[in-house]
């Protein structure tokens, strides 16, 4: 089973609108973290927003917010306001697991989201 | 502060030749994780690096390996170059046991010719 499900391959946006990239994913484990990076066409990843297992609230970073749904297993990124430097691929990540000395900083990718914003 | 550092930036090689691939994390970061991304298998995890040594691998085959050095910067090897080696590596670094974010540097593209 894919341990993140990212459903929308593709998506156009109209400049200044909000948007919402879903990712579920898959886990066992109590503790673990979830990503989302952007990577623009030059291939760097760039890290947009972190949650936590544990963490109660939703994380926030300027416009980018993460909707956590803990029992729907569901990690959705929203960014508000969208601007064409936001045309990207997005993707959703999992590091399963506490970190410790004996290892633990792999993440598992999903297949990513191209989100292309419209002027 | 400077970010992660990926060198070099685009390689070509030849099928059968030997590639070495730098990564410096970011100063205090001591764990450094290796990816492959190709458009075929998108990310795949290579291994990862704490302390020198290796604290976890994936599912590659013995060509590919690592190192890490003492002051946390580290280096990928591929032997034997394949046209399936043809792939952006991604290095990533984070501070161990913060459970926060891991930076990536720009990456490494490399194409077997």
């Known amino acids: 089973a894919q341990k993140i499900t990212q459903t929308q391959p593709g998506m156009f946006v109209q400049e200044k609108e909000a948007v919402t990239l879903d990712c579920t994913y898959d886990t066992s484990d109590q503790s673990y973290g979830l990503f989302w990076y952007k990577q623009p066409s030059s291939g760097e990843m760039i890290f947009l927003i972190y949650?936590?297992?544990?963490?109660?609230q939703n994380a926030t970073e300027g416009r980018y917010s993460l909707n956590f749904q803990k029992a729907r297993k569901s990690a959705n990124l929203v960014i508000s306001a969208s601007q064409l430097g936001d045309s990207a691929m997005y993707f959703c990540?999992?590091?399963?697991?506490?970190?410790?000395?004996?290892?633990?900083?792999?993440?598992?990718f999903g297949t990513g989201t191209r989100l292309t914003i419209i002027p | 502060k400077a970010g992660v550092t990926q060198t070099p930036r685009y390689l070509i090689k030849t099928r059968g030749q030997q590639v070495t691939l730098s990564c410096s994390p970011i100063s205090g970061h001591r764990s450094v994780s290796w990816y492959q991304q190709t458009p075929g298998q998108g990310l795949q995890f290579l291994f990862e690096?704490?302390?020198?040594?290796?604290?976890n691998k994936g599912n590659f085959p013995g060509r590919f390996s690592g190192r890490q050095f003492s002051n946390s910067r580290s280096e990928m090897n591929v032997s034997t170059l394949e046209l399936g080696d043809s792939a952006l590596y991604l290095c990533?670094?984070?501070?161990?046991?913060?459970?926060?974010?891991?930076?990536f540097g720009q990456g490494t593209r490399l194409t077997v010719v």
């Open positions: 690096y704490f302390s020198e040594t290796q604290r």
């Open positions: 949650q936590g297992s544990y963490d109660e």
């Open positions: 990533a670094s984070s501070f161990r046991g913060a459970n926060t974010e891991a930076f």
């Open positions: 990540a999992m590091r399963e697991g506490r970190v410790s000395n004996f290892g633990n900083e792999k993440l598992t």
